[in-house]
Structures are given as structure tokens and as C-alpha cells.
């Protein structure tokens, strides 16, 4: 079955460096989505994508956080400096006509 | 804007109880509906979905029936196990933007349900 890839799972960083989150959609999804999902709440979108388009960046908060999709197919989301308030799951999600999620790629900033 | 409001958890049940989870949604349109669930360490898995009014979405054991009189999305559940330990988030996405599907999320229910 195809699934949602993304890398790493796991990161921990120090307050003011940067990191970044790559995402990897299921193969033919020309939207592809990222959300952020803080410790007992549910996600929120923070970028979406039409190929290598962006349609939806209204909560990316674009002093810190970028995105790119060159190609239309994989996706890189970028903080710097990250913040303590950045420590969450970030979600990469792509969608043809139902929306598949990955597992996520949690981030603590220390 | 479209929003989505879950029951408040954690929920704790026994096994083989029946399974509530409330959902209601505001939303100018029509939305879709939707019920994820999220297992520990884990991302989100869809669960189960309705499109339009009076459908009713089922899996694995669950269901959830579209009620547009009543602006609800509720999922039962007649006989939960142990292996249904898990968060679940009721969301909805607006038809109406072509090519599109943002999801509008709820706070998440935390289910336990013990043996």
C-alpha cells in the first residue's frame, strides 16, 4: 500500500538553529499538505500545495518557516531559528481524492 | 470559519462497552466529514468518511452517520477492544474549493479502553 514518507521521525534542537522536515507524497498526489499538530490538539494546516504551487500558506508563520516544492512531487519544510514553541509533530499529508497522512516527524527544540 | 467541536477527553471504558464520541461542526456549506484516529507515536489514519447528509460512513466496527439537521458527526462503536486505544479527531473539509480538501480539525478525543 502506498504510504506517505517522511524524515526523520525524530529530531531534537537547540533554540535558534535551524531544521528541516522533508516529505515524500504518494506517487501521482499533485496536492500535498503540511500540518502541525502541538501536544493535545488537533492538526493545523500550515501550507498547502498544488504541484509545485503554493494555494494555502496563510498560517505559515513566514518569519521562520518556509516550504518548497520544486519538482511538484517532494517537499521540504524549513525553521530557522527554531523557537521552544516549535516543539510539535509536524504532518505531511497528500491527497487525490481523500487525504493520506505520514507519520509524522516529531520536533523538540531544547 | 468552519469549525469542529469534540467531546472532551480522556474517555476510559471497559471492554466491550459501547463508544460515543460527540462531534458537531459549524460550516457556512456543505462540508465533508471525517474521523481519523491517531495511535500513539503515530500519524493520522482515516477512519471513516461521509459526504453528504444522512450517509453513514463505517469501519472496522465503527460508524458514524452524517446529520446536517443537527450540524453532528457522532462515532460509535458497539463493542470497543483493548486495540482501540487511541486519539480520535473528527474533521471536516469544504467541498467547495476546487482541487482541494483542507481539513478542518477538532481537539482530539483520547480513548483508553482497558480489559
Known amino acids: 500500500e502506498a504510504e506517505v514518507a517522511q524524515s526523520p521521525r525524530y529530531k531534537i534542537t537547540e533554540k535558534s538553529q535551524a531544521v528541516a522536515f522533508w516529505c515524500d507524497p504518494i506517487?501521482?498526489?499533485?496536492?500535498l499538505y503540511w500540518y502541525r499538530q502541538i501536544l493535545g490538539q488537533g492538526p493545523e494546516l500550515l501550507v498547502q500545495?498544488?504541484?509545485?504551487?503554493?494555494?494555502?500558506d496563510s498560517q505559515l508563520p513566514k518569519d521562520r518557516f518556509s516550504a518548497e516544492r520544486l519538482k511538484g512531487v517532494d517537499s521540504t519544510l524549513k525553521i530557522q531559528p527554531a523557537e521552544l514553541g516549535d516543539s510539535a509533530m509536524y504532518l505531511c499529508?497528500?491527497?487525490?481524492?481523500?487525504?493520506?497522512f505520514g507519520e509524522g516527524s516529531w520536533l523538540t527544540v531544547v | 470559519g468552519d469549525s469542529v467541536t469534540q467531546m472532551e477527553g480522556p474517555v476510559t471504558l471497559s471492554e466491550e462497552a459501547f463508544l460515543t464520541i460527540n462531534c458537531t461542526y459549524t460550516?457556512?456549506?456543505?462540508?465533508?466529514l471525517f474521523w481519523y484516529v491517531q495511535y500513539p507515536g503515530e500519524g493520522l489514519q482515516l477512519l471513516l468518511k461521509?459526504?453528504?447528509?444522512?450517509d453513514k460512513g463505517s469501519n472496522k466496527g465503527f460508524e458514524a452517520t452524517y446529520r446536517k439537521e443537527t450540524t453532528s458527526f457522532h462515532l460509535e462503536k458497539g463493542s470497543v477492544q483493548v486495540s482501540d486505544s487511541a486519539v480520535y479527531f473528527c474533521?471536516?473539509?469544504?467541498?467547495?474549493?476546487?482541487?482541494?480538501?483542507?481539513?478542518?480539525f477538532g481537539q482530539g478525543t483520547r480513548l483508553t479502553i482497558n480489559p
Open positions: 499529508a497528500s491527497s487525490g481524492n481523500t487525504i493520506y
Open positions: 506517487s501521482g498526489h499533485a496536492t
Open positions: 500545495f498544488q504541484d509545485e504551487s503554493v494555494v494555502d
Open positions: 460550516a457556512t456549506g456543505y462540508p465533508s
Open positions: 461521509a459526504t453528504k447528509a444522512d
Open positions: 474533521a471536516l473539509s469544504d467541498p467547495r474549493i476546487q482541487g482541494a480538501q483542507k481539513l478542518v
